[in-house]
């Protein structure tokens, strides 16, 4: 396992441990980790040593088709109530979207490197509605636990989707794909990503308390950022009737770069981002109502956490706890 997965798995532990009272402030000047733009400049959410933990202010992402082979994510998912049980089921598609939606899905870092989703009987759901991407695959319920992580590592090392490519793992857990092609299984390690959660929330007498779909936030119209609408081509959203696709997609792109450029250079190309990441409009909460139970209240939330070193450390978290 390598020293990039096991750092990562302990900024989500100690995230997991923190209190709220341990987050604060830290000293912006101390940025001397470059960032992308999808990084907010004005809250960084930088982590300076043990238990000094910022929570992100906005979308912070460790998806870049650039720096795809760099970063293995992880994806955490807590339950800090242990009087409940709560179910998780994930939908996963294609993180990225090469900017032709021509039914072949290009790795734009390794040229010569392409899908035809359109091979009969090999891409039948990633490749549904005749288009590459907005296309969800469910995953089977997960029953979470006070600790769950779990990262994707080896050739396939991107979306824990395959049972041989889970590298890091508290519970041999992964997010297996039933209803998925051995192609998209494959294309979804090295590609995909979890856009929404399903949740349901049940006490010890099988009472369903809390349940819904969470996405994490991110604001598409923010002009800080370079997020693009993809004209002609809607997503599918999980609580449509099947075959519906209404969800609004936009991808991260700045076309004035070659790639994206993580350097501390003072020139126009420093601190860019042209991740080509896809995320979806905002249609579905971060988190869950609050729910009482005996003298206290319980949610559900889903969010991204980011530590050091910045960006390749960012990784979702879904969390149910007290209020």
């Not at 990225?96 to 039948?124: H, K, R």
């Not at 370079?226 to 969800?247: K, R």
Request: with cysteine.
């Amino acid at each position: 396992m390598s020293k990039k997965i096991t750092l990562l798995i302990a900024v989500l532990f100690a995230l997991a441990a923190c209190s709220e009272d341990v987050y604060q402030e830290i000293d912006q000047q101390n940025e001397d980790m470059m960032a992308p733009p999808t990084f907010d400049p004005n809250d960084p959410g930088y982590y300076n040593g043990p238990g000094d933990f910022k929570e992100p202010g906005r979308y912070y992402s460790p998806w870049d088709i650039w720096h795809r082979s760099d970063i293995d994510v992880p994806y955490g998912i807590f339950n800090h109530a242990s009087e409940f049980t709560m179910y998780v089921r994930a939908y996963i598609g294609l993180a990225y979207y090469d900017g032709n939606d021509d039914g072949t899905f290009n790795d734009l870092d390794s040229p010569g490197l392409n899908f035809n989703l359109t091979m009969p009987g090999q891409y039948p759901n990633l490749y549904a509605n005749s288009q590459e991407i907005g296309n969800l695959i469910p995953s089977v319920w997960i029953t979470a636990q006070p600790e769950l992580i779990f990262a994707a590592d080896g050739p396939f090392s991107h979306c824990p989707v395959l049972n041989g490519n889970v590298g890091y793992n508290t519970l041999n857990q992964y997010f297996a794909l039933p209803t998925a092609t051995t192609a998209e299984r494959q294309l979804l390690a090295s590609y995909g990503k979890v856009f929404f959660y399903e949740v349901e929330v049940r006490d010890a007498a099988n009472n369903l308390l809390s349940s819904g779909f969470v996405q994490a936030e991110c604001d598409v119209t923010d002009p800080s950022f370079e997020w693009v609408s993809i004209t002609g081509t809607s997503g599918y959203l999980p609580t449509n009737p099947p075959g519906s696709y209404t969800g609004d997609l936009f991808y991260y792109l700045n076309s004035t770069l070659p790639v994206t450029n993580y350097t501390n250079s003072t020139t126009p190309f420093g601190h860019r981002c042209d991740s080509r990441e896809v995320v979806y409009d905002f249609y579905y909460p971060s988190s869950l109502p609050p729910f009482p139970y005996g003298v206290n209240n319980y949610y559900v939330e889903f969010d991204m956490t980011v530590g050091h070193p910045m960006w390749p450390s960012a990784s979702p978290r879904l969390s149910l706890k007290q209020l």
